[in-house]
Structures are given as C-alpha cells and as structure tokens.
C-alpha cells in the first residue's frame, strides 16, 4: 500500500487523527477551508495544500474526508472543485463523518456513479481525547477487500476496528446505536447526580463507587470531559446522532421511546441553558 494519504478536515478531531497517520510512518497531504491551521500542520510535518484537487492527485489510494455533515462532504468530494475534479482512478474516499445511513449508501452510488473513485464509511468514537491518544474505536463499511487492504491506516488512527458489511450507511448504524446508548447513558448519570447532589453528598466518593459497581460505564469514567460539552460543540453532535437514531427507528417501524426521551431531555439533564432547535 502506498504511504501517502490524503486528509481533508484538520479540526479538534481530524488534526490529531493526521497526526497519528504521520507517527505510524504515512506522509499526509492536508486540506481544510480554514486556513489558519495549515501553519500548525505544516510545523507538525503535514503537506499542506490549496485545493481539494491537489489532496485527490497527490495522495495515494485514498482520502480521508473528517468533516462536519453531509452538506460540507458533498461540497469536498463532488463540489466544483472537489475531490473527483481530480478525475483520478482506483482511489478510494474514506469518510470519516457521521451520517444517517440512507444518506451514506446514497453519497457512496453518487461517486461509483460519477467517477472511478470508491467510497467507503469508517465511522469513529473515542471524542478528541481518543483521536489524540490514537484509541479511536472505527466501524467500517464498504467493499471489504478495500477496507481490509486499508487497514494499516485504520490502526495508526484507532485502537478498535470493526467491519459491518459491503453497504457504506452500515457503519453509520453502528455509530448512531453507539451515540444513542451514550445519550441514554449521559441522562442517567446526569440525573442521578441531581438526586445525590439534593442530599450533599460528596461527588467525588459517588464517582468512586460508580466506577466499582454496576452503575459503572464508559460516561461515569469520562464524567469529567462530558460535563464539560457544551451545547455549540459536543452535546450538538450528539443530539443531530439522537435525533438520527430516532428518524431511522421510525422508518424501520423499530420503536425507540429511550431514545427519543434523551433527545427531549438532553440539556435539562446536564444542566445545560441553551437549548437548540
């Protein structure tokens, strides 16, 4: 495989998912639409360019797309200018973004459709703290003789890789079922510490007992990082993943009453002021 790799999306979790792909030996070429990260890039060792174009024609087989939603991907793979402006062949795009799975399958036809590119999902969980420590969890989807023959990438990035089938949107289910168990779990622990805090007691010895005991889990253990996600940033993501969740149930007749009350009760649970629409 080759040792170049292209990255387009340098923000709080791309950057040190690039970071990590340089570490393990890969030469990343960089783009992003802000360019006040290309210094901090290029200190770090990461080729910086202009143009989207210029990731797709000088990286290898592939391309990795950290971007924010399905608006700003569709303007990085098939905008004007876009990553398929290359007109390269038999390289694959790894989109490493949260999207519903409907909407993935039907990004991954649209570049079969108009290009020699090949698409692939790799979803990930972990927040910044797991893209910084290279403990990312990665749920592959795709063709598999692709995602395998990419593995090496997935594993400077991810500590946890895990493969869903041939359909791009798989992975994504994955990731929402991920999100939406984290969701429910975030308004349990926010709400038992409503209670305890009513008596006094002393939270520190409460997180203690958590932690050792069957109201253990993957939120009491982070509780200080995830207390502090705001509703502009974390908390945000998470509840477009819930809401997501929701509309997938609802397709699929599967009924999600947890879901869809964690959605409704997310801010008010963590105590947070701003509630958005």
Do not use: C
Request: glycine share 10%.
């Amino acid at each position: 495989m080759s040792k170049k790799i292209g990255f387009v999306g340098l923000g709080t979790m791309g950057f040190p998912m690039a970071i990590n792909l340089k570490k393990a030996g890969f030469e990343v070429v960089g783009y992003d639409a802000f360019k006040g990260v290309y210094e901090k890039a290029r200190s770090a060792g990461i080729t910086m360019v202009e143009t989207l174009k210029e990731v797709a024609e000088q990286s290898g087989e592939a391309v990795i797309s950290m971007v924010r939603d399905y608006a700003q991907n569709v303007e990085v793979i098939l905008g004007k200018d876009g990553l398929l402006a290359a007109q390269s062949k038999g390289k694959t795009i790894i989109v490493m973004s949260t999207l519903d799975p409907e909407t993935m399958n039907g990004l991954g036809e649209k570049v079969q459709k108009e290009s020699d590119f090949t698409l692939i999902s790799a979803a990930v969980s972990g927040g910044r703290s797991g893209a910084e420590a290279g403990t990312l969890s990665i749920m592959t989807s795709g063709s598999e003789v692709i995602v395998k023959s990419l593995q090496p990438y997935f594993e400077a990035m991810g500590a946890n890789i895990f493969y869903y089938g041939d359909k791009p949107g798989n992975s994504q289910v994955a990731k929402l079922v991920n999100n939406m168990i984290l969701g429910i779990t975030m308004n349990a622990v926010a709400e038992g510490l409503k209670l305890s805090n009513s008596y006094n007691l002393p939270q520190d010895a409460l997180f203690s007992l958590l932690k050792v005991s069957t109201g253990d889990s993957w939120v009491v253990r982070n509780w200080a990082d995830v207390s502090e996600w705001t509703a502009e940033t974390a908390l945000a993501v998470l509840l477009k993943d819930l809401k997501a969740a929701h509309g997938e149930g609802l397709s699929r007749n599967v009924t999600l009453p947890f879901n869809a009350l964690a959605s409704t009760q997310l801010f008010d649970a963590m105590g947070k002021k701003k509630h958005l629409p």
